[in-house]
């Protein structure tokens, strides 16, 4: 029973104080039977006399008592402690006791009288007591509700309040205790092991010391058979109203005991998803957990759930939004931030310096031949030197500047100024540092790389834009720094460009250069020089390769370099193509009707093979003029590897209408033997970058040009070694390959229009 409810059980206890002992010892024996009966007010009987419902007096007694009355009536209080005094019906009541009415006394009874209305006044004041009883229990009822409303609201502030789950439930703990007044509250969860243990997450309460000595669990053994076990294991509230007297816990009853705990509640909490946990409580008191208690304490239960699951929820969506953050603004590849993160970062800084003094860089960073690498070796080996790029380029910068992958081999650097941590603030200055950090991600990124079992060297081309003064916004500098790349990339790779207003202007020339371009295809005003290629030991022109001229108003001549990429790019080398080789098999027609036998080299690019370039197309064009067998097509060994199957088909089917078929720049690229052995060609091109370093002391090329023509010779290749610049060149080859070898090379002549090439011819023929 809890002290929140309270009944009239026993007999009632009325005390007849009367002067008058006969009528005293008249209502003993009217009433004496019912009543529990005392005969004095004696203040040293104060405690028993609490027990009193009903006290009758008379006149005189009354006035003898009337503080005493007065005192325990005050005592009893809220309760009424009713009194009924006893007049005789003969004398006239002083006005002296009728004025008590009300005050020390409820009613006034004359006697003589019957036993019937004796009975009805002491029933009706008994029922005054009653009443006045079941008052004070609502009364106390209602503050039991508030007051465990209270505490409900208080945990409530906790559970809403709360920033995570530990301190949720520790402060939770600790509020249930001090509004409650209990000696421990702890929460604790469910662990998924084999030994099912409980984790206790949080205590609090005088009591708390008792956990630390215990081994608690949920498993069906002796250590689950707790209450917080069993409400666990059963999923329903467990109470124990004396922990001495479970014979189940008799394995921590010594330990309760020690810790003044008697009677204990456990309420499970469970969960939308995950392991149960549970809230248990000790109270010092046996039998304390009630109905009423034990509703509380339910509620408190389902709202701490229903807090933790609302923490979790969030945490959850914490969790997520990290996550599509990280997944928005982070390169899954590299793990680098992305270009939208550079923008958002960037743009941000930008407007919150609007008047200051930021200043800085963006580099625009492209590699070189990077597409040729995934092409040829596959997008695996591809992504790993990509994730080897990033590397590289973190290791090249500042800590305070930031590397960004743009997009497939693209790549930002943000080099952040600041004069506040000792920055440069001068426009000058911070050029110098934008082209130093260039030039050194230029050659971090240039140091050979191991990856797919080939040794690449990677190139790359950097542009650069300053802020503020080439872009107030991200996108704007970007851009610029794009622009400038791409001018650098223009100008040869591997170099480095600063953005200037210039550089716009040289996008207009090149949509300028596409219509002359177009201009100058209709009206043919290309035309083809021919380098010859000649035998080493002989120094005799055995062949020549044309190559592409475009003469200008001026009279200056523009090389293939300035205008062919815009010509790849457009589209223009299908027809320009076709045009050159039909040009050259004309051109040899005619040389052989002169009686020189020579064959003739034309450059074929990868997009005139691809898509879609039909062998009997080219074999038409050059039909009419000379047999394919004199022309030899050179395609780079780049290009092999842009569809490998596609490319060895037509090759073969080329080779079928008679072409004779060459690998240009041979070298440079990722042919393997296993790849040479079933492609259909006849020669290879050795890359003038390996002809150069013949010669030069503790270089490579001596030895790379050896396995070439090695190779070459094992798969009955020929080979050209490309430019030749010098007889020492020359000789060496001549050694080492003898006439298996031809050459061409400035050191013999550059490309020349034809009528040079038919004096050399005929002087050669003098000789
Ligand atoms: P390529 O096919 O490797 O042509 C050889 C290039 O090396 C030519 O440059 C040639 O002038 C140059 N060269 C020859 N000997 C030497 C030397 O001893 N030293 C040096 N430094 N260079 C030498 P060119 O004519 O400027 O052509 C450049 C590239 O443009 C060619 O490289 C080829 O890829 C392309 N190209 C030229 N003409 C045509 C063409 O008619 N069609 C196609 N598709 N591409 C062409
Ligand atoms: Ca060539
Ligand atoms: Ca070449």
Redesign the pocket.
């Known amino acids: 029973m809890t002290s929140r409810e309270h009944k009239l059980q026993k007999p009632p206890v009325m005390i007849i104080a009367l002067a008058n002992m006969a009528n005293a010892r008249l209502l003993d024996r009217m009433l004496g039977a019912q009543f529990h009966l005392q005969h004095t007010l004696a203040e040293e009987d104060d405690e028993t006399l609490l027990e009193a419902d009903l006290i009758v007096a008379d006149t005189a007694s009354l006035q003898h008592n009337r503080e005493r009355i007065l005192h325990m009536r005050r005592r009893a209080a809220p309760n009424i402690l009713p009194v009924l005094l006893v007049a005789d019906s003969r004398s006239r009541l002083p006005p002296r006791i009728t004025a008590e009415l009300g005050h020390s006394v409820d009613d006034i009874l004359r006697i003589p009288t019957n036993q019937a209305e004796l009975q009805a006044r002491i029933d009706n004041l008994l029922r005054l007591r009653t009443l006045s009883h079941q008052q004070e229990t609502n009364r106390q009822q209602l503050v039991g509700v508030v007051s465990a409303l209270r505490t409900l609201n208080a945990c409530d502030r906790v559970i809403v309040r709360s920033k995570n789950e530990d301190e949720m439930l520790s402060s939770l703990c600790r509020t249930i205790v001090a509004e409650e007044g209990y000696n421990l509250a702890w929460v604790g969860f469910a662990i998924d092991r084999a030994d099912k243990p409980i984790e206790v997450r949080a205590s609090a309460g005088p009591a708390a010391g008792f956990l630390s000595e215990l081994t608690l669990g949920w498993g069906s053994d002796a250590i689950g058979s707790g209450p917080a076990g069993q409400s666990i294991r059963s999923g329903r509230v467990r109470i124990v109203d004396d922990i001495t007297s479970e014979p189940a816990l008799a394995h921590f009853a010594e330990r309760a005991r020690a810790h003044r705990l008697a009677s204990a509640i456990s309420l499970p909490l469970i969960f939308e998803s995950g392991l149960p946990g549970c809230l248990s409580i000790y109270s010092r008191n046996p039998g304390h957990f009630g109905p009423e208690e034990r509703q509380l304490l339910e509620r408190l239960a389902d709202n701490l759930v229903f807090g933790l699951n609302a923490l979790r929820t969030l945490r959850e969506r914490e969790h997520q939004s990290a996550e599509i953050h990280y997944l928005a603004y982070t390169d899954a590849l590299t793990g680098l931030p992305n270009r939208r993160h550079l923008v958002h970062y960037l743009d941000g800084m930008l407007e919150a310096n609007d008047n200051s003094e930021t200043s800085g860089a963006v580099l625009f960073i492209d590699l070189d031949r990077f597409k040729l690498i995934n092409d040829a070796l596959g997008h695996e080996v591809g992504d790993q030197v990509l994730v080897q790029i990033a590397q590289r380029l973190q290791g090249a910068v500042r800590n305070a500047d930031q590397v960004i992958r743009q997009g497939g081999d693209e790549f930002l650097v943000l080099m952040i100024n600041d004069p506040r941590q000792g920055g440069t603030s001068t426009r000058e200055q911070i050029i110098i540092n934008a082209c130093a950090l260039a030039d050194r991600i230029i050659a971090h990124l240039g140091a050979p790389m191991l990856e797919g079992g080939f040794t690449h060297h990677i190139g790359a081309s950097v542009g650069i834009s300053l802020y503020p003064d080439h872009g107030r916004n991200a996108t704007t500098l970007i851009e610029n720094a794009d622009k400038a790349m791409f001018e650098a990339k223009r100008q040869g790779s591997g170099g480095r460009m600063l953005f200037s207003e210039d550089l716009s202007a040289n996008r207009q020339q090149r949509f300028a250069m596409e219509s002359r371009l177009r201009k100058a295809l209709d009206n043919e005003e290309f035309e ?2 021919y ?1 010859p290629i000649f035998e080493l030991d002989s120094c005799r022109i055995v062949a020549v ?5 475009w003469p200008q108003a001026d009279g200056k001549i523009l ?3 300035a205008f ?1 990429s815009v010509v790849e790019e457009t589209g223009m ?1 299908k027809p ?2 076709d045009w ?1 080789l039909e040009t050259a098999a004309r051109q040899l027609k005619a040389w052989h009707d002169q009686g020189y036998m020579l064959a003739m080299s ?4 990868l997009n ?1 093979l691809y898509p879609g370039c039909i062998a009997e197309s080219f074999a038409a064009l050059v039909k009419p003029h000379v047999d394919p067998r004199w022309i030899h097509l ?1 395609v ?1 060994e780049n290009a092999l590897m842009v569809d490998p199957e596609a490319i060895e088909t037509l090759l073969e089917e080329l080779h079928a209408q008679g072409f004779q078929l060459a690998i ?2 041979f070298g440079t690229g990722y042919s393997s033997l296993s790849r040479l052995q079933h492609l259909s060609i006849q020669t290879l ?1 050795i ?2 970058s390996f ?1 150069n370093e013949l010669g030069q002391p503790g270089s490579k090329g001596a030895a790379l040009v050896a396995i070439i023509q090695q190779m070459a010779a094992s798969l009955n290749l020929y080979t050209i070694a ?4 010098t007889d020492e060149q020359r000789q060496f080859l001549l050694e080492m390959a003898g006439v298996n070898c031809w050459g ?4 013999f002549s ?2 020349i229009p034809a009528n040079e090439l038919v004096a050399r011819l005929r002087d050669q023929q003098e000789t």
């Open positions: 083809l020089h380098q390769e044309a190559l592409i001229r090389m293939p370099g062919m080398i320009l193509g050159i034309v450059n074929v690019s005139q050179e780079t240009d720049d091109k890359d003038r002809t490309e430019g030749i610049e061409q090379g400035f050191w550059c490309a």
